[in-house]
């Protein structure tokens, strides 16, 4: 099954053309075209995203990364008129942002005269670890998908545990009650004057500062449940950080410090509920599934611990189309559909 997808819920235009096989059982993609347009540049000088700039910036690139997709794809010429249908990020994610693309897709299916179908922003998330799982199988690691599981997805907006019983079902057992993981690391790269997004900047920086030099706060570590909270943890950096000025050295600490408890918190909590469900498998994904000291920190523990580690490739933690192709050939297969209608608010 040829899977065309769009997605365009935040500050990323992307299109995608994934191939999909195999079943619920053994589910295989094979990503043909994977174009995503980053508008970073364009919301850096605001800090953050502005949602009109970027529905204004998803119209001008829609149909620059559509016709990206169709071309040249290892030898193979890639055309969407064979596409077997076609699907939409419907949240969540920003009103208009997310309005340009449901938009888009319509048009375009029928135009193919495809079906269309909606998508759930976090399922494509959750799913991306599915579209190159082939080639990472690591040499001697447990590297086989076993039920239960426990998810962990963080992103700029969401923090969310799930207990999997199977692929295709589970049951949310804790998120966050204030910030998203993602959202904290924004604000603190504010904080430290590092431009948007925050994240990587402030990975990039804690390589050179010492992760123990302040103790920042564990929020919620000891609680028995599985929820999280990082404003605390952000505004014990900021009456760190309040009306003073650091040495290049002092900012990265700083840095440091606070990813050290970021991650503790999210490893640990991960870990208890693998305990506590008595999960075989760890999923890790989400735009803060990027940061390697996160990944290295639970690939670790699950490895101590017997368990499979999953994690997206690089490529497929933040936003992008082939995930979204990938969460559609899973839902089409347990045969639940997303309307395609937007919904901001969209939750798993
Ligand atoms: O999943 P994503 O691309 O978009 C949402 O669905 O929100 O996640 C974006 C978030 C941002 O908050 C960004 O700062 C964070 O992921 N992020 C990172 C890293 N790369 C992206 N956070 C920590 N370390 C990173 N390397
Ligand atoms: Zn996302």
């Known amino acids: 099954m040829r899977i065309l997808a769009i997605e365009t819920s935040c500050d990323e235009t992307a ?4 191939e999909a096989s195999d079943g619920l059982k053994n589910p295989k993609f094979r990503v043909l075209k994977n174009i995503v347009s980053s508008q970073i540049e364009t919301h850096r000088p605001y800090g953050g995203v502005v949602p009109l700039l970027a ?8 149909p620059i990364v559509l016709k990206q997709v169709q071309g040249k794809s290892k030898n ?11 699907a939409v990020t419907v949240g969540p994610g920003l009103e208009p942002a997310l309005l340009v693309g449901i938009e888009f897709a319509k048009h375009l299916a029928k135009k193919l005269k495809k079906k269309l179908v909606g998508a759930n922003h976090l399922e494509g998330h959750l799913y991306s670890f599915l579209l190159t799982q082939e080639s990472k199988k690591e040499k001697g690691e447990r590297r086989k998908l ?3 599981a426990i998810g962990l997805i963080v992103s700029g907006g969401h923090t969310i545990l799930l207990l999997m019983n199977k692929l295709e079902s589970w049951k949310k057992i804790g998120e966050t ?3 998203a993981v993602g959202e904290a690391f924004d604000k603190v790269a504010r904080m430290l004057g590092l431009p948007y997004p925050g994240g990587p900047e402030i990975e990039r920086l804690a390589k ?6 302040i103790e920042f706060p564990r929020p919620m570590i000891h609680h ?4 999280f909270s990082f404003a605390g943890l952000k505004t014990a950096v900021y009456y760190e950080t309040r009306n003073k000025k650091f040495t290049r050295k002092q900012k990265a600490d700083l840095a440091a410090s606070f990813q050290e408890a970021a991650v503790d918190v999210l490893a640990r909590k991960t870990m208890r509920a693998v305990e506590a469900f008595g999960a075989k498998s760890v999923i890790l994904a989400g735009g803060v599934a990027a940061n390697k000291a996160l990944r290295t920190r639970i690939g670790k523990e699950c490895k101590k611990l017997g368990k499979s580690f999953f994690v997206s490739d690089f490529k497929y933690s933040g936003d992008n189309a082939s995930m979204i192709a990938a969460a559609t050939y899973i839902n089409l297969l347990k045969k639940k559909a997303y309307h395609v209608k937007m919904q901001a608010n969209l939750n798993l």
């Open 177 to 179: 009650r204030d910030d």
């Open 55 to 62: 529905k204004r910036e998803h119209i001008r690139n829609l």
């Open 208 to 213: 050179t500062g010492n992760p123990h030099a």
């Open 224 to 227: 028995k449940n599985f929820d």
């Open 76 to 86: 193979e010429k890639v055309k969407i008129d064979d596409v077997d249908i076609v």
């Open 146 to 148: 076993e039920f239960p």
């Open 15 to 18: 299109a995608a053309l994934v």
